[in-house]
């Protein structure tokens, strides 16, 4: 299972290029799964559901299965290399990883500006992605071997692709 990870902070664009990589790589039949980090307490049903009754009752484990979907609610983080092993279980042929910025899978850097910077300094970073040129972090992306792609839309995500696909 190849991972691609995504890293950058918030309204970096790490959303858009993690789909559009789904997309992309979905359409070539590619059994492809994703993975989120949510910085905030996320709510994974609304309020008075059946599932939500059940957790607030105290189940520590959740599931909801219909003929097509399930879901299961832990009670409890995971680490992100947990999330991975059982994603593998799946027989997946790529994994999106976005967030989880300490992770140690490779990744790629979307940066805002300059403020940004530390993203350069994540292990296994492979590329840098912008919105905009960015001379300053060009240049610092540079001096670590890195290739920046500047990404003004998803139109502009054919070089990165293709970066990926060959590593």
């Avoid at 905030?40 to 189940?59: L, S, V, Y």
Wanted: proline letters at 5%.
């Amino acid at each position: 299972m190849r991972i691609i990870q995504i890293v950058g902070y918030k309204n970096s664009g790490k959303t858009t290029l993690a789909c559009e990589l789904v997309r992309r790589l979905a359409a070539e039949g590619r059994k492809v799964g994703t993975l989120k980090r949510d910085a905030h307490q996320f709510e994974p049903e609304p309020p008075g559901t059946d599932t939500w009754k059940h957790r607030q009752a105290g189940a520590a484990v959740t599931a909801i299965a219909s003929s097509s979907r399930t879901a299961w609610v832990l009670e409890r983080g995971t680490p992100v290399e947990e999330l991975v092993s059982r994603m593998g279980a799946h027989g997946l042929d790529d994994l999106i990883v976005e967030g989880f910025k300490t992770a140690a899978y490779p990744k790629v850097a979307l940066i805002r500006d300059d403020k940004d910077a530390d993203l350069l300094r994540l292990a296994n970073v492979i590329a840098v992605g912008s919105r905009t040129k960015l001379p300053r972090i060009e240049r610092e992306a540079a001096g670590l071997g890195l290739p920046v792609f500047v990404l003004p839309n998803a139109e502009a995500f054919d070089p990165l692709i293709a970066f990926l696909r060959q590593r």
